[in-house]
């Protein structure tokens, strides 16, 4: 079956990695059409998968959550120009699915697979709910949902509960985000002196790393905890950025900030706690599935799709949401037992053990399977 994989951008951020490695699972073969070229277009083209580049206008892909909320008429003609040149190459390829790996393109490349005829499959990757994409944006989601896609796949309960009267209309299921270490994936018996940990993945203000230093700034002095923050701003979050800058140089902790080059295993053989500290649900939570296949322990919120992953005690430790305290508390229960940090080091790779490409690829393709024939029936009966 010859599937088209959609995304609009070719940056090397969560959603890409999953694609990256489903990709893996399936081993290679299809179609990528991403609205522009970059890391994620080179790394899949390695794995035997056709790739082609349509440019989406800048403006337009680069848009933020909170700027995307608002519609601007702008970003509503560059999408429906799109959706026209889209419709035409996916006629010209007559793929037998479509599968859209991001907000964006779920837009754009379901209204042009069904102009075009083509079962589409929308994988919701975002919550769609008003704290995380706005009112106008959540409304117009759940409508499009309802309207266009053959079926949805979402990454977690979390994005599930939040995609509306969808649940009710088409098939969803729930598909693990594939991961596999990359020369790791042995345990760990204790931090290292002096410990590090890390907040990894782009700056945002509600990814929290404004939380994280409030949280390491309680811990005691005599711990000598390192502080990093490993990511950079994406989407024009760049006056966040700076803040955040401002507030390391006038911390009491000790702090630094780096850029991150896409390969996490590498930097996780020298970071011995992995924090999430999203403010508000995360969706899913790569970073966290990356962290464990690795056996670093990890601490996360007690909500979304990060505490899906993470059993409590087992192979992580949760937090109340939110709350420096309730962080700052795990973070020292973590790092100054070491019997501790060895169970949840063990667990999180016996839990990791469900992202395995092969896995998740094998439910994939049943799945994709379902879709097309159901997308071509639905066809007929409209015939």
Not at 108 to 122: C, D, E, M
């Amino acid at each position: 079956m010859r599937i088209a994989f959609l995304d609009h951008t070719a940056v090397w951020s969560g959603g890409e990695i999953a694609l990256q490695r489903l990709l893996e699972g399936l081993d290679g073969g299809g179609l990528l059409v991403l609205g522009e070229d970059g890391p994620l277009a080179e790394r899949v083209a390695e794995l035997g998968v056709e790739v082609r580049v349509l440019p989406l206008a800048g403006r337009t892909r680069g848009l933020s959550r909170a700027q995307s909320s608002r519609l601007p008429v702008r970003a509503v003609w560059d999408t429906l120009r799109h959706v026209w040149r889209l419709r035409r190459m996916l006629r010209e390829v007559r793929p037998d699915l479509v599968h859209t790996n991001s907000l964006k393109s779920g837009i754009y490349g379901s209204l042009a697979a069904r102009l075009a005829g083509v079962p589409v499959v929308w994988h919701v990757r975002d919550r769609i709910a008003e704290d995380y994409l706005g009112g106008p944006l959540t409304r117009l989601v759940r409508l499009l949902l309802v309207l266009l896609p053959d079926a949805i796949l979402v990454n977690s309960e979390a994005t599930r509960e939040t995609i509306g009267p969808a649940r009710r209309v088409v098939p969803n299921v729930v598909l693990d985000d594939p991961y596999r270490p990359v020369g790791a994936g042995t345990p760990r018996s204790r931090p290292k002196d002096p410990p590090v940990v890390a907040l990894i993945g782009r700056m945002a203000p509600w990814k929290g790393q404004h939380l994280f230093l409030d949280a390491l700034e309680k811990l005691p002095e005599s711990m000598g905890v390192q502080g990093l923050l490993l990511g950079s701003a994406l989407f024009g979050e760049e006056e966040y950025v700076a803040g955040v800058q401002e507030r390391v140089a006038s911390s009491t902790a000790d702090v630094r900030i780096s850029s991150f080059s896409g390969d996490v295993s590498e930097a996780l053989a020298d970071i011995d706690v992995v924090v999430n500290a999203s403010v508000i649900p995360e969706p899913f939570g790569q970073v966290v599935v990356e962290a464990i296949a690795n056996g670093v322990p990890v601490v996360v919120p007690d909500q979304g799709g990060p505490a899906e992953i993470v059993r409590h005690g087992t192979s992580g430790l949760a937090y109340r949401a939110g709350d420096a305290d309730s962080l700052a508390a795990r973070l020292a229960e973590v790092l100054g037992d070491e019997d501790l940090y060895a169970r949840l080091s063990a667990g999180g790779l016996a839990r990791a053990g469900d992202y395995d490409p092969e896995r998740v690829a094998e439910s994939y393709r049943a799945f994709a399977g379902s879709v097309r024939r159901l997308g071509v029936l639905r066809r007929l009966r409209r015939n």
